[in-house]
């Protein structure tokens, strides 16, 4: 029987509710955490001051997109690697905003590993700079 938990996971991030909390969120802090009980997700925004809010909202209204793209490499890297399914499952811990790029942080869900994903934006379009496991 397949245990549904050691599966990688597609579509995590709702648009809309990952918005709403960005926007009601305190930024007068430097690290801001959206986060969400129902939907099990903490993610902690940093370098928020240094781009404009409307690049962060922009971001975040193709998390899920942004996501699947992450999700999709790491089902790649099981689907080409010689480990268990475990080795490649990484959830979204924090994201860094700089001037010319998004950094996503993710860990492993099962084992001690970390992957980054870099985006930047290019005519109002997101494009995918890197995904890789450090």
């Known amino acids: 029987m397949e245990n549904s938990k050691y599966k990688i996971k597609m579509n995590r991030y709702p648009e809309d509710i990952i918005l ?46 942004i996501d699947n793209m992450v999700q999709e490499f790491c089902n790649n890297s099981f689907q080409k690697g010689k480990f268990d399914i475990r080795n490649y499952i990484v959830s979204l811990e924090w994201i860094t905003f700089e001037s010319d790029k998004v950094v996503m942080g993710y860990w492993g869900e099962f084992v001690n590993i970390e992957l980054r994903a870099i985006f930047s934006i290019k005519n109002g379009m997101w494009e995918k700079i890197d995904i890789y496991y450090q």
């Open 20 to 65: 709403e909390i960005w926007e009601a969120a305190d930024k007068t802090q430097e690290t801001v955490l959206i986060d969400c009980n129902e939907l099990d997700f903490s993610i902690e925004i940093d370098g928020h001051e240094n781009v404009s809010n409307d690049v962060v909202a922009s971001f975040l209204l193709h998390i899920k997109e």
